[in-house]
């Protein structure tokens, strides 16, 4: 799959047009992401979208409905159960 195809999700995300700042709040407060995972809980390429957050190691914001502590939560986890 060409790195376009794969990143066809983007077009169609609940995010797309949305505030940048709820996507990447201020701080790492995970309280201040409640408003970017609730959209990302309702939206359809939600995994897609955490894949690639979690492939190219996305630092910063919300991507997937998952923070950046989070993410590295789960990455942690998938290294040690591999």
Known sequence: MSGS???NWRATGLCKGSD???FYPP???DSLAEEAKTICSMCAVRQPCLEFALTTR???GVWGGLTERER???LRQR???A
């Open 72 to 74: 590295r939560r789960m």
């Open 20 to 22: 940048a700042l709820v």
């Open 27 to 29: 701080s790492e407060d």
């Open 5 to 7: 195809m794969a990143q």
């Open 79 to 81: 290294r040690r159960s």
């Open 58 to 60: 996305e630092k910063h």
